[in-house]
Structures are given as C-alpha cells and as structure tokens.
C-alpha cells in the first residue's frame, strides 16, 4: 500500500504535464495543416456563394409552386365529393 502512495503523486504530474503537452501537440499539428490548405480565392467564394444563392431561390420557388398544384388539387377533391 504504501508503494501505491509513493506512485500517486507522480502519475498525477505526468498526467497534468501530459495533457498541456498533447494540447500543445495538437495546436502545433493544426497551425501546420493550415498552412497546406489552398484556399479559394475571394473570386471563387463569390462564384460558389451565387451558385448556392440561385439554387435556392430556384428550389424555393420550385417548391412553393408544387405546394400550390397540392393545394389547390385536395380543394378540389373535396369540393367535388362535397367535402367542403
């Protein structure tokens, strides 16, 4: 028992001293994988970001165009079975 005693104290500052140590590892290892990174140029980050505006709004207006045909077609159910 008493050796476990004499092992505690040390395996708490190595495990203290370990994680300030992978934290640091793994900010090294980050800032290094950033510096590989290609980034797009401020041209391409318009050319995407207009690309996924105008998909939307043409998704949108898709849809909202195919809510209405619904609507309109179960209205019409029901006004021809006398539903409404």
């Known amino acids: 028992m008493v050796e476990n005693l004499k092992e505690a104290?040390?395996?708490a500052l190595k495990g203290v001293t370990g994680w300030f140590g992978n934290l640091r590892n793994f900010?090294?290892?980050?800032?290094?994988e950033l510096k590989r990174v290609t980034w797009p140029s401020r041209k391409e980050v318009y050319a995407t970001t207009m690309v996924v505006i105008v998909t939307s709004v043409f998704f949108?207006?898709?849809l909202w165009g195919l809510d209405q045909l619904f609507e309109r077609s179960v209205?019409?159910?029901?006004?021809?079975f006398g539903a409404q």
């Open 9 to 11: 104290p040390g395996k």
């Open 27 to 32: 900010l090294v290892e980050v800032r290094n």
């Open 60 to 62: 949108g207006v898709y």
């Open 75 to 80: 209205l019409s159910l029901f006004r021809y």
